[in-house]
């Protein structure tokens, strides 16, 4: 298994790059910074569901699309997180 791609590749190599926006354009249209959007482009921010919502409706998509990449990304780099303090929690009943 590998690693599932960041959302922010998937947001420049399959509509930022195809329509020929630029990172300031598309971030103007999506009514956020270009700092923004660069950060999660290049990885180094995450979707958030308000995110979602101004991706979906500029590239008619669902936020729902970009929710499940961010939660595939952020699941697969908790892979490692050491949990052997978790106990198991069994009902009363």
Do not use: C
Not at 23 to 40: C, F
Not at 43 to 55: D, N, P, Y
Request: hydrophobic share 45%; charged share 25%.
């Amino acid at each position: 298994m590998h690693d599932p791609p960041h959302p922010g590749e998937i947001l420049r190599e399959l509509y930022l790059e195809p329509l020929g926006l630029s990172v300031s354009a598309a971030a103007e249209a999506l009514g956020i910074s270009r700092v923004t959007l660069s950060r999660l482009v290049n990885g180094k921010a995450g979707v958030s569901a308000e995110m979602a919502i101004r991706l979906a409706r500029a590239f008619d998509t669902s936020p729902d699309l970009w929710l499940g990449m961010q939660v595939e990304q952020d699941l697969w780099n908790a892979r490692d997180t050491d949990v052997r303090e978790v106990r198991t929690l069994h009902s009363a009943a």
